[in-house]
C-alpha cells in the first residue's frame, strides 16, 4: 500500500505528478498534491476526520 499515487487532476499523459501522503492525527492518511493542492481521502477518512473535529471541539456545534 505504499504505492505512489499519481494526481487524478493534473496527472496526464505526458506528464505525471504524484501525490504525498500526510498521517493526519485522526488516523486517516491524506493522499495530496502539491501541484494543484488536491486531495485524496480513501473509504472511511472523511468520517475518521469528521469524529476527530467532532471530539476536538469538545461535540460543540
Known amino acids: ?6 494526481c487524478p487532476r493534473c496527472s ?3 506528464k505525471k ?3 504525498r501522503k ?3 492525527p485522526s488516523g486517516a492518511i491524506l ?9 485524496w481521502l480513501d473509504k472511511n477518512e472523511v468520517k475518521m476526520l469528521y ?3 467532532k471530539k ?5 456545534k
Open 22 to 24: 500526510i498521517n493526519h
Open 17 to 19: 505528478r504524484f501525490m
Open 31 to 39: 493522499d495530496v498534491c502539491d501541484n494543484c493542492s488536491g486531495m
Open 51 to 53: 469524529s476527530f473535529s
Open 12 to 14: 496526464g499523459i505526458w
Open 56 to 60: 476536538s471541539k469538545g461535540g460543540k
Open 1 to 6: 500500500m505504499d504505492k505512489k499515487m499519481n
